[in-house]
């Protein structure tokens, strides 16, 4: 990894000549690199790799891309690298993981990157995130979770699948067991099948779609609570998050917590990119997403495709980060957890 990251930096001595550079001239021959912050397998580094493949087909010059996993910190990582030591000239493309706004509003350790100075390219999908439970577990219905214990599995304290089921309980009064410290979302699976927990905390409702559409036709998976500002129209009887706020004061925290589904699995570039090439890669990560060919292989894979634009990307994070202040105050203890 390190050899990775000096790699890239010695790019950036590079960048200024980069900035006079017509886009055909820039982009051709070059391999671009593409971040992904989780380990190989999961959804963040599937979509990736499928803008990977199909994006150069819209860039001039006939570039390549390169992925490079980077992941550590909840995505903390891989931001920082993106804000403070790549090239910022278009050659570098990241998937971001959808929490960042949040740890940035609330004042995260580690945390060097401005998601509002980043060059957004949009949004994949804005399909929700789930929290589920495992069919052994015999609890179908989030209303049992009031009542009875669901332990859950989690990564880091900061990630969605400790800090929606700690909103609930807190807000909520719902009775989840959170288990942290797994390294992705692979892990937790398997921690399921083995019945070391009982559900998982968070995931894409879009990913258990592509990657575990088994599960789902045969019942292993009952999905509790939806994610979102919007229910997805193939779970219309599961609630969102949000929707089970007692007033008004409860369901602002909520909404701002569940307002990053529109950043679901967006992508960016460093921040700085020329006008001109940050719109040439907008309009070909859109173009991209609409083409025949990309929605062959996104439908082979089972992959939801629902884009959003770089512009309203921008504007979704724009607006987390500035929420306002009593309502970023709650989110923070949220995230420091139970022992701060």
């Given at each position: 990894?390190?050899r ?7 790019l ?27 380990s ?8 990736a790799?499928?803008?990977?493949r ?9 570039p ?17 690298f993106?804000a ?5 000239d ?18 995260a ?11 957004w ?21 989030i ?10 599995g989690?990564?880091?304290?900061s ?6 089921p700690?909103?609930?309980n ?17 892990e ?5 099948e ?17 990657n ?15 994610i ?57 990560f ?32 724009a ?21 701060k």
């Amino acid at each position: 990894m390190f050899r990775m990251l000096g790699a890239l930096a010695v790019l950036a001595p590079l960048a200024a000549q980069a900035q006079t550079q017509s886009n055909e001239e820039f982009y051709r021959g070059r391999a671009l690199d593409m971040l992904v912050p989780g380990s190989a397998g999961g959804d963040y580094d599937l979509r990736a790799r499928m803008v990977a493949r199909n994006l150069p087909r819209f860039l001039p010059g006939a570039p390549s891309i390169v992925v490079r996993n980077m992941p550590g910190g909840i995505g903390i990582q891989a931001a920082n690298f993106l804000a403070v030591n790549a090239p910022r000239d278009g050659s570098v493309l990241a998937i971001i993981f959808q929490n960042l706004p949040v740890l940035q509003a609330t004042k995260a350790p580690g945390v060097q990157f401005d998601v509002r100075r980043f060059g957004w390219l949009g949004n994949t999908t804005d399909s929700p995130n789930v929290i589920n439970s495992w069919h052994t577990t015999g609890v179908t219905r989030i209303e049992q979770v009031f009542e009875k214990e669901l332990v859950v599995g989690a990564s880091g304290v900061s990630s969605t699948g400790y800090v929606y089921p700690a909103a609930m309980n807190a807000i909520l009064g719902t009775k989840f067991k959170i288990v942290g410290g797994y390294p992705g979302g692979n892990e937790i699976n398997l921690a399921m099948e083995k019945g070391e927990v009982g559900g998982r905390g968070s995931n894409s409702w879009a990913s258990w779609k592509s990657n575990h559409p088994h599960w789902i036709a045969e019942k292993k998976i009952n999905i509790l609570v939806q994610i979102g500002l919007h229910r997805a129209a193939d779970l219309p009887e599961v609630p969102l998050m949000l929707e089970l706020a007692k007033n008004d004061e409860d369901r602002q925290l909520l909404t701002f917590l569940s307002s990053d589904m529109g950043i679901a699995r967006a992508f960016a570039t460093t921040p700085d990119v020329p006008a001109e090439r940050l719109a040439l890669l907008r309009k070909a990560f859109m173009d991209m997403l609409r083409d025949p060919q990309t929605l062959a292989e996104t439908t082979k894979l089972q992959m939801d495709i629902s884009p959003t634009g770089g512009e309203d990307v921008q504007k979704i994070v724009a607006a987390m980060v500035d929420a306002p202040p009593h309502i970023i105050a709650r989110a923070k203890v949220l995230l420091e957890g139970p022992s701060k």
